[in-house]
């Protein structure tokens, strides 16, 4: 009996509701008189809702009341005054960022040359259709077989590093060891940026309409004036956006650094790492957690930019 | 007319020399894995390392291991994200945001955060599940959540879902007969290209497996990789490969503007 009361009343509002020309927004109204019937929606985001918060919510919550520690595990600020004062965290997150920065330059500037490359290109293509599954795989899989690509490559016994050597005579590139500096990383962790750059990247520059370069054309503007004038600037939201979105992507990055690099932790995600591994973390559990939050704080005052700039470039979409 | 044909061939001459380029940066290492893992005497190609694939029963169980992860996780996209999406954005369109803000959280909690904050979770599922690794299937769908969420989202905005699921109600049909059999069909696409990154992301996934001491596919390959160099590079080129040939057969979110025109004009000629 409820149910077809309900149902009649449902149809009664949708009936109101396209006479008046508005849309409906749900079964919600119908309820509001009893407490539970209204709460009876909200069981359906039960499950999804228990996942996130087990392995989402609950684990950032724990790192955060864990990083309120003191070196002898009492509460206190003494494991965030650890890591803001020590040489060695403050160096990781030093080179973390500057890592992250650089990476993020050279795949940008690489992967928006590429996107246009690729706009320039037939849209129902297979040419395209390959280049963009084989980006969505690259900028996925970086880790341990990245790694294997590079060693493979640039390693003791690489491809190149032999072809070099065959070619200048010996010693030229016998030394693998630039790799495993800041700028092997920057060159490794410049693979997986370029794909996700031309990912989020491709559709701004497919949303450039060609009327405005033949409008800048006929006002007797060159080339150079289309991109400095009109271009450049529709896409500069866009362009930063992505920028931003690379930078978190390589912070946050472990498994590559962790397969290249056996020995020291140089960047802030192999501090944490050796500190919940090692000893470190018996003996002052709050470190990990406290090189934690210092990555969730510049994580989110990136991404936070990130959305920022996101929606002034949905808002230039729409009009 | 000249002029034209002039700055046409410029622009190819641009375009192509920069996929050139940056094809060259992209593919050589993945050559080089190919090359490597086939190196016999010198001067000569073997296949040596790959045939020595099967010897190694741990590889066989960590490659299956990360399959059956992949299996679950797509399993959960399926059958929880995708019905919590449909629901939230059908009857509670006011936690639509909220929605969207926890599946794009993941995005700002970096996957070395999570592990060092999972131990209390872990603890209270090894009550439930023991120490299978399948365990970690939970973790890599919050994981997957922001690519997953993008591209159900956008097929999920593409159709008219209030119109569909208001004509199935009208017919009778309920509320997981809508959901499975009117709903789901007309964003197939972008449940199918959610689900293939997650494929992919499951089968690179390093990070949390190695910090948990599980033993994924991808553990087990660093892990080899210091024994049996070739093999180990062999199995990467492999996998990536095997997510290359996935990502390029299935729909991608390219086709999703061809198959909202397709539900516009499967209603219009509804409605005629």
Known sequence: MELSNSFHLFVELILESSLKGKEVVGLKKIGTNNLFRSSLPYLGILPFGLLVLFFLIWPTLVVISGALQNLDGGFGLGSLVEVATNDKYLNGFKVSIQLAAYSAIAGAILGALFSWAIARGNSEGYFRRLVLAASGVFAQFGGVMLTFAFLATFGFNGMLTILANSFFGENIFTDASWLYSLMGLVVVYTFFQIPLMLIVFLPAIENLKPEWKEASESLGGSTANYWFRVGGPILAPSFLGALLLLFANAFSAYATAAALISQGAPIVPLQIGFAISGEVSRTNPGISKALAVGMILIVVLVMFGYFKLQSKVSKWVKS | ?272
């Not at chain 2, 016999?40 to 296949?47: C, D, I, N, V």
């Not at chain 2, 599946?103 to 999972?118: D, E, K, N, Q, R």
Request: charged letters at 10%; a positive charge.
């Open chain 2, 1 to 272: 007319m000249g002029q034209i044909m002039k700055n046409i061939t410029r622009v190819s001459i641009w375009r192509w020399t920069i996929i050139a380029f940056v094809g060259a940066y992209l593919l050589i290492p993945v050559f080089a894995m190919l090359e490597f893992s086939t190196r016999g005497a010198p001067g000569e190609r073997s296949t040596e390392a790959w045939l020595a694939i099967p010897t190694f029963p741990k590889l066989l169980s960590s490659i299956s291991t990360s399959l059956q992860l992949a299996f679950i996780v797509i399993f959960l996209v399926v059958f929880v994200l995708v019905p919590t999406m449909i629901w939230v954005h059908l009857r509670l369109p006011n936690l639509r945001r909220y929605m969207e803000l926890v599946c794009l959280l993941p995005l700002t909690i970096p996957a070395i955060v999570i592990v060092v904050g999972i131990a209390p979770t872990y603890r209270a599922l090894y009550q439930v599940f023991g120490s299978s690794p399948l365990t970690l299937s939970f973790v890599y769908f919050v994981l997957i959540l922001p690519y997953s969420y993008r591209s159900i989202s956008a097929s999920l905005l593409s159709i008219d879902s209030h119109t569909l699921s208001e004509a199935s109600r009208s017919l009778g049909a309920s509320t997981i007969r809508m959901i499975s059999g009117v709903i789901v069909p007309n964003i197939k696409v972008g449940i199918m290209s959610g689900a293939v990154i997650s494929i992919a992301l499951v089968l690179g996934e390093f990070t949390i497996s190695n910090l948990l001491n599980f033993e994924t596919m991808q553990v087990v390959i660093n892990l080899l990789g210091k024994r049996d160099a070739a093999t180990s590079v062999a199995v990467s080129l492999a996998a990536l490969v095997f997510a290359f040939i996935l990502l390029a057969i299935l729909p991608t979110a390219n086709k999703t503007r061809s198959s909202k025109l397709k539900t516009k004009r499967k209603v219009e000629a509804a409605t005629k």
